[in-house]
Each structure stands twice: as structure tokens, then as C-alpha cells.
């Protein structure tokens, strides 16, 4: 069954340290991947995708993931990490049925 | 991006009433429209697809009958929680793709909140 997989619920990292929040996917095919930003209470902000080309993908708010057939994995990465980047992190993959599916989420919290 | 506009944000309703969620696609026409549910601290779950001029095409274990979809127009599609339950209680949100570049993002609503008491 088609399936994305957030394998962390909850990370906290120190304000300035580096991010990596992981995403697996099964699919028959490579999907067209997402990653998107929620805050509390609010809709889904959408911070980069991936269809085909080069495997790092940059985003907005200084996000980057890397694509990796070969893992079937499209981890979002950050450099430094600001406060205000706390939110649920949700992976998301699109296949040829048109029908969007989401991880379960990676809650962030950010020390100061 | 495009925008999808979702109404209301909040509606707080009492047992056994029905709601009307609004979606609306703003700069766009939208022949495919999505509703999902999201429970606290979880993930969204896809309800159904709705498509402009047809039946909606709800997923496994959810009651079309209870959860009433609606896509009258290109701009437009409605959710109707009948009957509502302190159950239904969640957090509903809507998104939408262009149909000129059909496997693209999806453009999301800013959710609505829905209590029932």
C-alpha cells in the first residue's frame, strides 16, 4: 500500500543547531514529494516539492531536502534553526491517483 | 501561490445540528477539491475527493450520508457535517489543484475548527 512514514513524533533542538527532520515513502513509483509547515491551529504552508531533476531542493524560510531513491527517503534539512520555526512538520507524497497522502507529522520544538 | 479560502475558521455547534464548511478556490478554477480531517497532534486524513459536477468519492470508513460533499461549481465545494456528535469534533481542512497543472502542490484552506457540545 502507498504510504508515507514520518518516523520521529516530536524533536527539540537548540535555537542555531542544525535540523533534519526524516520522511520514508512506499510507492510503486517515485511520487511527487512535499514537505509542509503547519502552525497551531492553521492550514498548511507549503515549504518545498520535489517532481523530478535535482535531488536538493531548495525552499522557502531557508529549508532544503534531499531526495534519495535509492533510501526512498526526502529528508528536510535546515542549517540554523530560529525559534519561530517551532510548527508540525508533515511530509507528503503524490502519485498518479491524484490522491495526496501524509506522515504522521514531526512536531518541533526549539530551545532557546 | 493560488488561494483556497476555507469558512468558517471556528464553528461551535450543538449535538445533533448540521454544519456547512465553505471551500473556495479564489484565483483558480478547481475541477478537484479535498477534504481532510485532522485530530489533535495527528496527521491529516484524506475524506473524500470532490468533483465539480459529480458524486464525491468519500475514502474507506467515512459516511458519505454524515459527511455531505458538495462541488456545485468550479470555485466551490461544500462540507455538510449532518447530525453533528461531540465525535465529529476536529479540526476539517480543504485543498485544491489547478487543473491546468493537475500534479502539482495542493493549495490549502486555513482549516476550520469544529466543536460540537
Known amino acids: 500500500a502507498q504510504s508515507v512514514t514520518q518516523p520521529d513524533i516530536h524533536i527539540t533542538v537548540s535555537e542555531g543547531a542544525s535540523l533534519e527532520l526524516r520522511c520514508n515513502y512506499s510507492y510503486g513509483a517515485t511520487p511527487y514529494l512535499f514537505w509542509y509547515v503547519q502552525s497551531p491551529g492553521q492550514g498548511l504552508q507549503l515549504l518545498l516539492k520535489y517532481f523530478s531533476g535535482d535531488t536538493l531542493v531548495q525552499g522557502i524560510k531557508g529549508f532544503e531536502a534531499e531526495f534519495k531513491r535509492s533510501q526512498s527517503s526526502f529528508n528536510l534539512r535546515k542549517p540554523s534553526v530560529h525559534w519561530s520555526d517551532a510548527a508540525e512538520y508533515f511530509c507528503?507524497?503524490?502519485?498518479?491517483?491524484?490522491?495526496?497522502?501524509f506522515g504522521a507529522g514531526t512536531r518541533l520544538t526549539v530551545k532557546p | 501561490g493560488a488561494v483556497v479560502s476555507q469558512h468558517p475558521s471556528r464553528v461551535i455547534c450543538k449535538s445533533g445540528t448540521s454544519v456547512k464548511i465553505e471551500c473556495r478556490s479564489l484565483d483558480f478554477q478547481a475541477t478537484t477539491m479535498f477534504w481532510y480531517r485532522q485530530f489533535p497532534k495527528q496527521s491529516l486524513m484524506l475524506m473524500a475527493t470532490s468533483n465539480e459536477g459529480s458524486k464525491a468519492t468519500y475514502e474507506q470508513g467515512v459516511e458519505k450520508d454524515k459527511f455531505l460533499i458538495n462541488h456545485a461549481s468550479l470555485t466551490l465545494s461544500t462540507l455538510t457535517v449532518t447530525s453533528a456528535h461531540p465525535e465529529d469534533s476536529s479540526f476539517y481542512i480543504c485543498s485544491a489543484r489547478s487543473p491546468v497543472s493537475p500534479n502539482t502542490e495542493a493549495f490549502f484552506g486555513q482549516g476550520t475548527r469544529l466543536t460540537v457540545v
Open positions: 507528503a507524497a503524490l502519485a498518479n491517483n491524484n490522491d495526496m497522502r
